[in-house]
């Protein structure tokens, strides 16, 4: 466990998808998720060479001890996380997010898997969460908070949501600091990454987005004071493959 300062207020720089526009945050992060939605789970899978399905499936493991029966995914995207959650035989799943034609992709899978019945998905905000309070046994994110237009609101949407002894998992990634890691995430994460993601999505901005919104996000304590400040409590932070992500967690 990681020690939390509370008096700590760590905001993240705010990092925008692009910059020619007088859009908000929330608004450009909508309309990119729109426009890389065909090539996402291409991307994604091809990108972290599969690693992030194995990521996932930790992220499940890390709310498993209070078998969760009704569980959130926020900043859902096509669904993955979501699609994962139903190893812990839960009665209901929610998936919600900002970008339509990236739920369309969610949905699809759901309808191929005859999944409907377990898992639904919605279009929401997560800085202002369709949701009653206490009503989630369980709350997860998978690399969406970085693009938060307001972190501390949105985790404190969460808060809010999560019934009492609930619990929020974030799936998200972190910067490794250890030689050699440290410089060929960097360089991958800042050359390779970008180049391959414009080439494959068609959208410039996109994949330089992301190496830039990780940069500015407060990870490990930063993040964890978050999450203390918000009002969970034992809250801790896992390191995954050497650093390159993380899996932070709290109780509510």
């Not at 300062?5 to 526009?21: A, G, H, R, W």
């Not at 890390?62 to 096509?78: C, F, Q």
């Not at 330089?208 to 304590?221: H, I, K, N, W």
Request: net charge positive; charged share 25%.
């Amino acid at each position: 466990m990681i020690a939390v300062n509370k008096s700590d207020s760590i905001l993240s720089k705010q990092v925008l998808p692009y910059n020619d526009t007088s859009q908000s945050k929330k608004q450009q992060v909508e309309s990119m998720f729109d426009n890389i939605a065909p090539s996402y789970d291409f991307l994604n899978h091809f990108l972290s060479m599969g690693i992030d399905k194995i990521w996932r499936r930790k992220t499940v493991k890390s709310i498993s001890t209070i078998n969760p029966k009704i569980i959130l995914d926020v900043a859902t995207g096509t669904g993955d996380l979501a699609i994962a959650l139903l190893k812990l035989n839960p009665e209901k799943i929610t998936g919600l997010d900002l970008s339509e034609q990236m739920l369309a992709v969610a949905k699809k899978k759901v309808t191929e898997k005859n999944l409907q019945h377990k898992i639904e998905f919605l279009k929401g905000d997560s800085e202002k969460l369709p949701f009653g309070n206490n009503k989630f046994d369980a709350l997860t994110v998978g690399f969406g908070v970085r693009n938060f237009e307001n972190l501390e609101i949105g985790i404190g949407e969460m808060y809010r949501v999560i019934r009492k002894g609930g619990m929020v998992a974030v799936l998200e990634f972190s910067k490794p600091k250890a030689f050699p890691v440290k410089q060929l995430f960097g360089f991958y994460f800042s050359r390779m990454l970008p180049f391959i993601g414009k080439m494959i999505s068609k959208d410039k901005r996109a994949y330089t987005y992301l190496p830039e919104s990780v940069q500015a996000f407060p990870e490990g304590d930063g993040f964890l004071n978050i999450l203390a400040k918000a009002g969970f409590k034992s809250v801790k932070c896992r390191n995954l493959f050497f650093g390159v992500a993380s899996i932070y967690t709290g109780v509510k």
